[in-house]
């Protein structure tokens, strides 16, 4: 038929589209996308000493509970991304007299671009807090340990 397209091009067409679809939602596109899964991981790399977490969010079912982390031990959550990309999680991480709490997930682009992808894995050390960027193979040491006053 004149003027009408082949089928092997309409399917070529498609197929491009859909990996150029794909490569948008790969796991290192820093973009917030709603419901896609994203992943907390806390790791306890204190050289001895155990490590108390806990984590929440904005809402009581999102509140993780108390886990407490022995050397080398790690504590991992998954969500998705809610409709309108609000989504945060906050966390306390305390040992011996040390603490601090901190945003272990922002749903901002800025956030994502600095854990690298879908994964954001902190590290307890007796320095402090490092956040480990995933895309670019590297630890960065974020926050220091505040004394905690009794």
């Known amino acids: ?8 091009q309409l399917h070529f067409f498609l197929v491009l589209l859909a990996l150029a679809f794909v490569g948008q939602i790969s796991c290192f596109n820093p973009d917030p996308i709603p419901g896609r899964k994203h992943f907390v991981r806390l790791v306890n790399n204190l050289r001895n000493g155990q490590l108390l977490v806990k984590c929440g969010s904005e809402t009581p ?13 790690e504590y991992e959550f998954g969500f998705r991304m809610n409709l309108y990309r609000t989504k945060f999680y906050r966390c306390d991480m305390s040992y011996s007299n040390y603490h601090n709490r901190f945003e272990a997930f922002t749903a901002t682009k800025h ?29 960065s040491l974020i926050y220091r340990w505040e004394i905690q006053r009794i």
């Open 1 to 8: 038929m004149k003027g009408s397209t082949p089928r092997w």
């Open 111 to 139: 956030f994502l671009e600095k854990c690298g992808g879908v994964h954001c894995i902190w590290r307890a050390q007796e320095d402090g807090i490092s956040l480990y960027n995933i895309k670019h193979d590297q630890w």
């Open 61 to 73: 079912d999102d509140l993780l509970g108390e886990h407490l982390l022995g050397t080398n031990e």
